[in-house]
Nanobody
Framework: QVQLVESGGGLVQAGDSLRLSCDAS????????AGWFRQTPGNEREFVAA???????TYADSAKGRFTISRDNAKKTVFLRIDNLKFEDTAVYYC????????????????????WGQGTQVTVST
């Protein structure tokens, strides 16, 4: 069955860098656009970054400059690198996929994604 597994989260210090991974199985990976979202307790899940099938990236304004999304189709993995981590980056980070016939499609909306991982916790200490 379709499965997304995030990894790479943990407890880090402010200023550190981190790379999250999202390993996909059970899908034709190259036909899916992907996104990363994050959520803190009591808040809605918010968009962080998205990547199209062709590798084009879209970022939330809050993520521009410190976040980098990428994908490796051969490994069926999507990555999210976060540089210069800040306390406010503390959240559970989720990856999500959606099938797309368009190679350039990305979406910032949670409702557009059909497959979700279980999340990985990132905690930034000051």
């Amino acid at each position: 069955q379709v499965q997304l597994v995030e990894s790479g989260g943990g407890l880090v210090q402010a200023g550190d860098s981190l790379r999250l991974s999202c390993d996909a199985s059970g899908i034709n990976f190259s036909m899916y656009a992907a996104g990363w979202f994050r959520q803190t307790p009591g808040n809605e899940r918010e968009f962080v970054a998205a990547i199209s099938r062709s590798g084009g990236a879209t970022y939330a304004d809050s993520a521009k400059g410190r976040f980098t999304i990428s994908r490796d189709n051969a490994k069926k993995t999507v990555f999210l690198r976060i540089d210069n981590l800040k306390f406010e980056d503390t959240a559970v980070y989720y990856c999500a996929f959606t099938h797309s016939w368009s190679a350039s499609y990305t979406s910032t909306r949670t409702n557009d994604y059909t497959v979700w991982g279980q999340g990985t916790q990132v905690t930034v200490s000051t």
